[in-house]
């Protein structure tokens, strides 16, 4: 299943306005989430408003597509985009991709079964 993470930067002035606003996220667009396959989804503030999100998803691009279609989300992105930093677009659409490097559990995984093939040899 991959596993996406993203950063966006946050004008510094609006983060008390940003945490209002998804505190809560308007149920439409909370369903509307959840039906373009993403799950486990989370953002997380840093200091000066380095903004990291995470969500796990079987076909990003199937999610980035219903997402990029629907009429709910457009309407939250657009009210979502007075609050970034740098954006040219919509925010759920434009953000910066990170690549992963690390991750416990696929190395736990992988490590086991090497260690099991290298006790077949």
Do not use: K
Request: proline share 4%.
């Amino acid at each position: 299943m991959p596993r996406v993470a993203f950063e966006l930067q946050v004008s510094p002035d609006r983060i008390d306005d940003y945490i209002a606003r998804h505190s809560p996220v308007w149920p439409e667009m909370l369903a509307e989430i959840a039906a373009s396959g993403r799950r486990n989804y989370s953002i997380f503030l840093g200091a000066g408003g380095r903004l990291f999100g995470y969500y796990e998803t079987d076909d990003d691009a199937a999610a980035q597509a219903y997402l990029a279609a629907s009429e709910v989300a457009a309407r939250w992105e657009a009210s979502m985009a007075e609050f970034f930093v740098g954006l040219d677009g919509r925010p759920d659409q434009t953000d910066t991709g990170l690549t992963e490097v690390f991750n416990l559990h696929d190395q736990l995984t992988g490590s086991a079964s090497a260690d099991h093939e290298s006790d077949r040899s």
